[in-house]
């Protein structure tokens, strides 16, 4: 009698703590974009240099503007998965950078637009295409010594800024501050994977 009463608590007790375990809802998950993600020379809040050390931009004050995403070890033609289930809202081609993609996500906490550049849209995907997380839309873009691949997470909804692969340390030419937006790939894919 005392075993089976036991039993009965032990295992309201066990439902209990099991309910108190949130689901996760599935448009709250993001994966890394590339299968290997050996970091390149920046990451996030780096100055935005070369690897050889050469400064891309800086404000008229001279200091050199910052980093708002992370660069990855890549290899040309190297497929690119979305982060997280979304919509592509931007598709850019920079004759420098290659081309840039921009995805939406509707997440139960506020939008939030990953950035991916130095890529080529894949065939059948471009502007208003939806994605699944870990589905490939595009492929690493050859840059010759300077292949790699650069992923960046902006918590907000879609702006000019949001392309920014870096901004001024303080508001200079008409740039808010880094980080605006941006927030560590890194951090943020620990935190919802
Ligand atoms: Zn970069």
């Not at 471009?126 to 873009?141: C, E, P």
Request: proline fraction near 6%; aromatic fraction near 12%; charge should be neutral.
């Amino acid at each position: 009698m005392i075993t089976t009463i036991l039993a009965a608590l032990l295992a309201a007790i066990h439902l209990a703590i099991q309910s108190t375990v949130p689901a996760v809802d599935p448009s709250d998950v993001f994966q890394r974009p590339l299968s290997s993600w050996a970091p390149h020379c920046l990451g996030f809040g780096s100055q935005w240099r070369y690897c050889n050390g050469v400064a891309l931009r800086a404000c008229p004050s001279g200091s050199v503007w910052l980093h708002t995403g992370i660069d990855v070890v890549a290899r040309a033609g190297e497929p690119v998965a979305a982060a997280g289930d979304g919509t592509m809202v931007g598709y850019s081609i920079d004759p420098q950078f290659r081309g840039g993609v921009l995805i939406r996500h509707r997440t139960t906490f506020g939008v939030v637009i990953t950035q991916y550049w130095h890529v080529w849209r894949a065939a059948g995907f471009d502007v208003g295409s939806n994605v699944k997380r870990g589905q490939v839309f595009a492929t690493v873009a050859d840059m010759g010594t300077r292949t790699h691949f650069h992923f960046a997470v902006f918590k907000g909804d879609l702006e000019s800024h949001a392309w920014n692969g870096a901004l001024p340390p303080s508001s200079c030419s008409g740039f808010p501050a880094f980080p605006y937006r941006f927030v560590d790939p890194n951090g943020f894919l620990e935190a919802h994977h």
